[in-house]
């Protein structure tokens, strides 16, 4: 009798245990929700237009929507620099000179929008790494996240810096979170991301 009694009471505080951890997830998913975009700041862009002293221009837009699907990835201390609706930077126009990069262009909206950024240099790549933009950084989000560009529908395998632009160019940097940016539209040896599917 007094074996089957513990035993119970193994049983009962395995189950007292795992449902305790399984609320604190949700307080602790629900802390990062309602506290989403809380120290989220953006300088006014007026007309949403930076100028680069050129004759050329490209539109800019900074996104993080990819987060709200791995919300429990989150390091909580991160929560309140996403934004509630994921668009870090709306769709901006910048004008550049020819030569430039989308680095250039992504450091002279961050100055003028007052957004944190953050980058080193890669001698192997001889090209700039965005490690974090808005406070957002790799790894903040799992261990497959961090930021990716695409400049017209288009993910470059080489940095930034390395990147000349040409007018009319769309640049969207993008919070990859899972698959190493397939869920963001990135692809991989041809196949797409289908969520673990």
């Known amino acids: 009798m007094k074996k089957k009694t513990a035993n119970l009471l193994m049983v009962l505080a395995i189950v007292i245990i795992v449902a305790g951890g399984v609320l604190l997830a949700f ?12 120290a989220y700041r ?5 007309d949403n237009f930076v100028s680069g002293g050129g004759d050329r221009t490209c539109t800019i837009t900074i996104v993080c929507p ?12 991160k929560a309140p620099f996403v934004p509630k609706d994921g668009t870090i930077l709306p769709a901006t126009k910048v004008s550049f000179t020819e030569g430039e990069t989308v680095f250039d262009v992504l450091k002279r909206v961050c100055d003028a929008a007052q957004l944190q950024i953050e980058y080193s240099y890669t001698p192997l790549y001889e090209s700039y790494y965005i490690e974090g933009i808005n406070h957002l950084y790799e790894f903040d989000c799992g261990p497959e996240s961090g930021w ?3 400049v017209n529908e288009w993910f470059p395998n080489y940095g930034c810096s390395a990147y000349a632009l040409k007018d009319g160019d769309d640049i969207v940097w993008c919070y990859t979170c899972v698959g ?18």
């Open 27 to 38: 307080a602790l998913r629900e802390q990062a929700g309602d506290n989403l975009g809380s």
């Open 42 to 46: 953006i300088a006014a862009i007026p």
């Open 66 to 77: 990819t987060i709200f699907d791995n919300l429990d990835s989150l390091n909580e201390e």
């Open 148 to 150: 990716m560009y695409k």
């Open 180 to 197: 190493l940016g397939a869920d963001v539209g990135e692809t991989w040896m041809g196949e797409a991301w289908t969520g673990g599917q």
